[in-house]
């Protein structure tokens, strides 16, 4: 079992920067991916950002691209997402996710490839 726990998010203007940060215990070794998926109201959760474990391969969402920065500290376990230049429509609760098991080549945004997650933390930007 690994288990997620999330940090940081709130409120912020358009144009704001927000960090997002996620702590994994547990069975840790056994992690080949980290993510982060949102949900807005009335839409369904989409991919945001993703880092493989032990090669670091980072993927992101067309949507945050050039915005958003992943990050991870293997020592630590920890994940985080900078996100700046926030615009209203990211606002979401955002998910912390881990894969554990065989490593994955490819995107890694499918939430299918996941099987552990967090509670979620609310990102609110305002305009």
């Known amino acids: 079992q690994v288990q997620l726990v999330e940090s940081g998010g709130g409120s912020v203007q358009a144009g704001g920067s927000l960090s997002v940060a996620c702590a994994a215990s547990?069975?840790?070794?056994?992690?080949?991916?980290m993510g982060w998926f949102r949900q807005a109201p009335g839409k369904e959760r989409e991919f945001v950002a993703a880092?493989?474990?032990?090669?670091?391969?980072?993927f992101y969402a067309d949507s945050v691209q050039g915005r958003f920065t992943i990050s991870k500290d293997n020592a630590k376990n920890t994940v985080a997402l900078r996100m700046n230049s926030l615009e209203p429509e990211d606002t979401a609760i955002y998910y912390c996710a881990a894969r554990t098991g065989w490593e994955v080549l490819g995107r890694l945004a499918s939430d299918e490839l996941y099987n552990y997650w967090g509670q979620g933390t609310q990102v609110t930007v305002s305009s």
């Open positions: 547990g069975r840790t070794s056994s992690m080949s991916a």
């Open positions: 880092v493989s474990w032990r090669r670091g391969n980072i």
